[in-house]
């Protein structure tokens, strides 16, 4: 058998044991590359073995990777939407967003479990991240809908499906990753094609190709809700009518304090990335001061909270018509500037005292230094899998299996299901997609599809028993009076409606091609 076959399969395989037995993956990727890497090299110089391209000059490109990594634009947008969306949900946003929708449409058979849909969806657009919805819906919604009479499997069912919406509604870091990485991957199969000034794919577009499916999910989900309530009444009672709501104006007040603003904060995140005001990065680095002065709102105190919810108004406001800004005279603009920056430092103040400050950086720190800690580990094992000649072996795979490009297509999201039920999106996004998608690229798959479609595959299969992360998550935060099985339960209706949704976007990819046509031509 060829050596370098046999190295190249050894690497796959003690990868994959390594990280089913639980070992970090950062650690696990870097590893694994560069014991094979010197195997290889050992191999080939001691003995005169051909192995595939491998030579030390591959390990050396790996400080060019680092460098582009660290002054990749895009990549920076990560850490600033995970502090946009820690900032959030730390802030107790989620809570009064929860309460307002309960309150809203409680009053009808399955309102609770449409108040989770929306607010789950809500909060996805804010913070893009999987366990962080999952965990704090658990533990806001999962008491009081077991308490309202709600049958178990159908509370868990909705808490953990809302949570996955995450993956694929913009804005969102899984979005963010995979545009960079499709990017790239893009170019590549271009250059194989011999075209070598390549067009490139952007986070904008998968912004844009992503809106549609994910607005279209959330739809299904809370149609999904209606039909339990018509069908089954007894599963989603409805729940009491409060006293509030019988006061209009108090009632509406609230609404709107709740709801608007910070769905203001994501349209001007979202608007100002499909509009070509700002780029994904600058659109995070808004969202992340949105996200503080909106905690700001919550936390200053009461002689405070005009000037913050200002600075908040003013900062979206500008974000709407940010070109229009250069046409202020300075005798507006300044006087604009100094209150938008008094209410930050507010807002900044307000949190320090409260020690959410401390608890929002500390828990972006951890998550983009995972984040980039794999991206650079994946980089390495990148570059030794490509000098043992892999993506040769599975480009050759893919274009020979029967079926074309449909049976290709149907093996990588296999593949990607598969693999879901072990590893995160992160690992996902960094290993396989870079592996898979130039060959698929260059047998005709369009990037913006393709990048759709993957990111709804990894959100079904991380709600789907037994392994889906979701579920864990969900179980960790679950009353003892919620059973695994009702946990498996619960997420079954919502697994056929994405699989539905998969099979509807593979069919018809204008679902997700459409709008970005539309908005970037």
Same mark, same amino acid.
């Given at each position: 058998m060829d050596p370098t076959l046999l190295?190249?399969?050894?690497?796959?395989?003690?990868?994959?044991?390594?990280?089913?037995?639980?070992?970090?993956?950062?650690?696990?990727?870097?590893?694994?590359?560069?014991?094979?890497?010197?195997?290889?090299?050992?191999?080939?110089?001691?003995?005169?073995?051909?192995?595939?391209?491998?030579?030390?000059?591959?390990?050396?490109?790996?400080?060019?990777?680092?460098?582009?990594?660290?002054?990749?634009?895009?990549?920076?947008?990560?850490?600033?939407?995970?502090?946009?969306?820690?900032?959030?949900?730390?802030?107790?946003?989620?809570?009064?967003?929860?309460?307002?929708?309960?309150?809203?449409?409680?009053?009808?058979?399955?309102?609770?479990?449409?108040?989770? =849909? !929306?607010?789950? *969806? $809500?909060?996805? /657009?804010?913070? %893009?991240?999987?366990?962080?919805? &999952?965990? +704090?819906?658990?533990?806001?919604?999962?008491?009081?809908?077991?308490?309202?009479?709600?049958?178990?499997?159908l509370a868990a069912g909705s808490i953990a499906a809302s949570g996955t919406l995450g993956q694929i509604i913009p804005p969102s870091i899984v979005l963010v990753m995979l545009g960079d990485v499709l990017s790239s991957a893009y170019q590549s199969a271009q250059r194989d094609m011999g075209i070598f000034s390549p067009d490139t794919i952007t986070v904008g577009d998968l912004f844009a190709g992503a809106f549609l499916p994910g607005m279209g999910l959330v739809?299904?989900?809370?149609?999904?809700?209606?039909?339990?309530?018509?069908?089954?009444?007894?599963?989603?009672?409805?729940?009491?009518?409060?006293?509030?709501?019988?006061?209009?104006?108090?009632?509406?007040?609230?609404?709107?304090?709740?709801? =608007? !603003?910070?769905? *203001? $904060?994501?349209? /001007?995140?979202? %608007?100002?990335?499909?509009?070509? &005001?700002? +780029?994904?990065?600058?659109?995070?680095?808004?969202?992340?001061?949105?996200?503080?002065?909106?905690?700001?709102?919550?936390?200053?105190p009461s002689r405070w909270k005009v000037i913050t919810a200002g600075a908040l108004a003013l900062m979206v406001i500008l974000a709407g018509g940010a070109g229009l800004i250069d046409g202020f005279s300075a005798m507006v603009t300044w006087p604009f500037l100094i209150i938008f920056g008094w209410g930050f430092l507010v807002s900044l103040g307000a949190a320090w005292k409260t020690g959410v400050l401390a608890e929002v950086m500390t828990s972006t720190l951890k998550i983009s230094t995972m984040v980039f800690t794999i991206l650079l580990a994946a980089a390495l094992f990148s570059l030794v899998f490509r000098g043992f000649g892999g993506d040769s072996y599975i480009e050759g795979v893919l274009t020979n299996l029967p079926g074309g490009v449909v049976g290709a297509m149907i093996l990588v999201m296999v593949v990607m299901f598969i693999l879901g039920f072990f590893l995160d999106f992160i690992e996902i996004i960094f290993v396989v997609v870079p592996i898979v998608a130039p060959p698929l690229m260059v047998m005709g798959v369009d990037p913006l599809w393709l990048g759709i479609m993957i990111a709804i595959n990894l959100q079904t299969s991380f709600l789907t028993p037994p392994f889906g992360f979701a579920l864990f998550y969900l179980r960790g935060v679950a009353p003892k009076a919620v059973l695994t099985t009702d946990i498996y339960k619960g997420v079954i209706p919502f697994i056929l409606i994405q699989i539905m949704a998969l099979i509807l976007l593979a069919i018809f990819p204008e679902i997700a091609t459409w709008l970005p046509g539309v908005v970037f031509g």
């Open positions: 190295l190249f399969l050894g690497m796959l395989v003690s990868l994959g044991f390594l990280l089913v037995r639980g070992y970090p993956v950062a650690f696990t990727l870097a590893g694994v590359a560069l014991i094979f890497a010197f195997l290889g090299l050992a191999l080939s110089e001691g003995f005169g073995i051909t192995i595939g391209t491998l030579d030390f000059g591959i390990i050396s490109l790996f400080t060019e990777r680092i460098y582009g990594i660290m002054t990749n634009e895009i990549l920076l947008a990560i850490p600033l939407f995970i502090a946009m969306g820690v900032m959030l949900e730390k802030s107790r946003v989620a809570e009064d967003l929860l309460e307002t929708m309960a309150a809203l449409f409680g009053r009808v058979r399955g309102g609770l479990g449409i108040s989770v =849909i !929306i607010v789950g *969806a $809500l909060m996805a /657009a804010s913070t %893009g991240i999987v366990g962080a919805t &999952v965990v +704090t819906m658990g533990l806001l919604s999962l008491p009081t809908m077991l308490k309202r009479g709600y049958l178990p499997s739809f299904l989900f809370i149609l999904y809700q209606i039909g339990m309530a018509i069908f089954r009444p007894e599963t989603c009672p409805a729940m009491p009518r409060t006293g509030e709501q019988k006061i209009a104006g108090k009632f509406l007040a609230r609404v709107i304090t709740a709801l =608007i !603003i910070p769905v *203001a $904060l994501i349209v /001007a995140v979202l %608007g100002s990335i499909l509009t070509g &005001v700002a +780029t994904p990065t600058e659109a995070a680095s808004l969202g992340a001061v949105g996200a503080f002065l909106l905690a700001g709102l919550k936390l200053a």
